[in-house]
DNA sequence: CTGCCCATGTAAATGGTTACATGATTGA
DNA sequence: TCAATCATGTAACCATTTACATGGGCAG
């Protein structure tokens, strides 16, 4: 799992809580990987029995209590070793190239609707990265080389869903052929 | 879930066994979806129970008995009202760019490999998506607008990978710079 | 006689989503 | 007074992976 190795590689820099590392897995960190909350604290508890992380309860007044997670030495290993071992290809589970696939069943303007609507969503995802994009990977990043390799990765989701949108595009300029056409015969 | 309705779309054509829809994700489905035999088997127990297939018990004598699934009136329902549905963006998780927004940890010199490693991978999944590519699609397709689509789905996969390249060898020229410094001054 | 193809499955563990649940403080 | 933010969690379910398990036929 990687939502461990996730939680330790932010843990390794500042002691947080889970509440802190959802606050991040909605921001940031949703960029290459996500998690829901239930997730996170979940995993927290499992790292904890594992001796991987530390538990540090903070009491405030004004706010609820909250528990500060600190990475151990065993945390840090298992980070490292991780860190370095090669990774695979994510597996594929693409719900619009399932019903594309699945088109004949539907009407061409019907796989257009498909298409345009996630035309849109494509565009409010890369909305997104471009706003976050030049500020929190300058002002943050402990180091030139870090800072590259964030934009890197901000640099890889916005080619992938650039490239998405060319091919919506074009796919929606190939089916234009078919409107009209009723619904293949058998 | 939309395992269940990828089995749908296939036994819409045909009445097809576990064991073949195994092989067939194995072979093309995978360009967009992926699973296992155990949970395709489990899949097709569950669908029965709902009504959506049913089930004929073909005896051989050279090969094990198979079952072969047909898809039923409400199979077809669903998997229409279904097929129709706007799909989401799939969630990201991604390993390798979790990699590389930790890589503080790591040496230049590691991350290289990381990414070198990656790279081997994409090349042999284009190797893949060309050969299949111009023979299933030109072969079964039932009609033009269907081999279209099919098409489109392969395009989607090699267009995202070719671009996952580029972003590899745009990654590997930049990090060039970084080689040989020291793992940056705290 | 070794290993692959046919064909089915179960068990156990891990991973992920959705809904439920609480309760104080702060700002519009 | 309404909604949001802070902060924690549980319960139930659904999805996925890995390993275990069986056993005949056929080709090299």
Do not use: C
């Amino acid at each position: 799992m990687s939502l461990k190795h996730t939680l330790l590689g932010f843990l390794n820099m500042w002691p947080l809580s889970g509440y802190d590392l959802t606050k991040m897995f909605g921001a940031t960190v949703r960029f290459y990987w996500s998690a829901t909350h239930t997730q996170i604290y979940r995993t927290l508890k499992q790292m904890l029995q594992e001796g991987l992380v530390e538990q540090e309860l903070v009491r405030q007044t004004d706010y609820p209590n909250k528990k500060l997670y600190h990475i151990t030495d065993r945390g840090r290993e298992e980070l490292l070793a991780w860190l370095a071992e090669p990774a695979d290809i994510p597996p594929v589970r693409h719900r619009l190239l399932v019903k594309m696939s699945l088109g004949e069943e539907l009407d061409t303007e019907t796989i257009i609707r498909l298409l345009e609507d996630y035309r849109k969503k494509l565009q409010q995802r890369l909305d997104l990265y471009d706003k976050r994009n030049k500020q929190i990977t300058q002002e943050y990043a402990r180091s030139e080389r870090e800072r590259f390799l964030w934009d890197a990765v901000l640099d890889n989701g916005i080619s992938v869903y650039e490239t998405e949108l060319e091919w919506i595009d074009r796919t929606l300029r190939g089916l234009q052929r078919f409107i009209g056409r009723a619904r293949e015969e058998k």
